[in-house]
């Protein structure tokens, strides 16, 4: 099982999550005023994913271990090439988001970016992205390997499929990333 995860804000309802099972994609979508890392934690330890793909910083940049090495405190290498926001201005998010790794450390968690897998997998989907989400995920389902149980509701749906198939692509030896070992690196 892979899973794909738009990371949002803790407490908003903004994060989902995107899994395959049974040949068929599910999400599950946080709810408002309940904490969505706890969602999260317990639906992971408790459905073992293979590996679990966060739209979410993973690291800082390396300036912050190493100020000889790097001069840059608010961009990783990754960031830079991809056109990503920097995991200083997320401070709250990445935080979280690197706890959360810490905390289930004995599962394969990489960091995506779902803009980067549309622009690599599914170019000719950018103009539709974020217009008309009908029509975004009725393209978007005859690309994928799996049909979805139910359609996406809503964006965050969207970006934890697409999450999701970074993953796949990962687990078909047919990933891409970009950054470095010593950094942070982001899988799509």
Not at 47 to 59: R, T
Not at 88 to 103: D, E, V, Y
Not at 147 to 168: R, T, V
Request: glycine share 6%.
């Amino acid at each position: 099982m892979i899973a794909g995860i738009d990371y949002g804000s803790k407490l908003a309802g903004t994060t989902a999550i995107c899994y395959d099972q049974d040949g068929k994609l599910h999400f599950i979508q946080s709810q408002k005023k309940k904490d969505a890392d706890l969602l999260i934690l317990n639906w992971i330890k408790e459905n073992q994913p293979d590996i679990v793909m966060l739209d979410a910083p993973l690291s800082l940049p390396l300036a912050y271990r190493f100020p000889n090495k790097r001069s840059d405190y608010h961009y990783r290498e990754c960031d830079r090439n991809l056109k990503a926001m920097s995991p200083m201005f997320l401070g709250g998010l990445t935080a979280r988001a690197m706890n959360l790794r810490s905390q289930l450390a004995e599962f394969e968690i990489l960091e995506t970016y779902p803009k980067a897998v549309l622009q690599e997998r599914f170019p000719t989907l950018i103009p539709q992205y974020k217009q008309e989400i009908m029509l975004f995920s009725l393209r978007l389902k005859t690309e994928l390997p799996y049909p979805f149980a139910e359609a996406p509701s809503n964006w965050h749906q969207i970006d934890s499929c697409l999450a999701w198939y970074a993953g796949w692509n990962n687990h078909l030896d047919k990933g891409i990333c970009v950054g470095t070992i010593d950094e942070g690196k982001i899988h799509f």
